[in-house]
């Protein structure tokens, strides 16, 4: 059967048409195809949600230095290279002050029976114990030690829950260590998130306690963040 020309001109326009969508799908892929290789250029500068925390001199908290003495049981004396993560942890030993995990670490060098330790130890009371220095890895984060800073935090009891004192001392100690080695809350973790062990065990016990850490760390540096400077 013969076509008519309306036909055929029907069918050249139709022929148009798909070409155009084409080339709009092609477009379309080019463009997220640029999109992707800039965020994966610049992961950091593009992702929204990221706070990126600047938080004043003055926003170190109080804390003993009593660095352990280096031992191949609790300060092997390494470098810690580009610090990518904070991970907090229980110590397991209710009611025990943070001075007494200290020399539980110190003692170790002595007793060999393990390897164990941590840069920071959160008390009962509030108080901060550095244990070694932050250029230096700890042992308490196993495949993650050589990347990530320990914090080891006390509690009263067999839950594992802190107290209020302590709490507010993991939230100012957590958020200055993110200002200082500029990191957001993703790179906050439990030692459960390395090994799946049961530490700390209260935040793994309680997601949503977890989360609302992490809320509350995003708070602190907000209200205690550097204004930006106006040009006046
Ligand atoms: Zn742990």
């Given at each position: 059967?013969?076509q ?12 148009a048409k798909?070409?155009q ?8 892929l080019?463009a997220v ?15 929204p949600?990221?706070i ?27 470098k810690l290279?580009?610090?990518k ?8 030993n209710p ?17 060999h029976?393990t ?7 959160v ?12 250029s ?7 495949q993650?030690n ?14 594992g829950?802190f ?5 507010d ?6 958020a200055?260590?993110?200002a200082r080695?500029?990191?957001d809350?993703?790179?906050?973790i ?8 049961l ?12 989360k609302q850490?992490k ?8 209200e ?9």
């Open positions: 059967m013969n008519t020309t309306s036909q055929k001109r029907y069918q050249r326009g139709n022929q798909r070409r969508s084409r080339r709009k799908r092609v477009f379309l080019a195809l640029v999109a992707l290789l800039l965020l994966w250029l610049d992961p950091l500068s593009l992702r949600h990221k990126r925390p600047q938080l004043p001199d003055s926003a170190r908290p109080e804390m003993a230095v009593e660095l352990l003495t280096v031992n191949p049981n609790s300060r092997p004396g390494k290279g580009k610090v993560g904070i991970v907090v942890h229980y110590t397991a009611g025990s002050s943070a001075m007494d995990n200290r020399n539980y670490f110190e003692g170790l060098k002595d007793s029976v390897q164990a330790s941590a840069h920071f130890i008390g009962l009371k509030g108080e901060i114990v550095q244990c070694i220095p932050t230096e890895i700890a042992y308490a984060s196993n993650r050589g990347d990530t800073i320990a914090i080891e935090v006390c509690h009263p009891d067999a839950s829950k107290n209020r004192k302590t709490y001392s993991l939230v100012r100690l957590t200055y260590l993110m080695f500029d990191l809350t993703d790179q906050v439990r030692h459960y998130d390395v090994t799946g062990k530490c700390p065990k209260y935040f793994v016990e309680h997601p949503d306690a977890w850490f809320t509350d760390l995003n708070t602190y540096i907000k205690n963040a550097i204004k930006e400077k106006s040009d006046d």
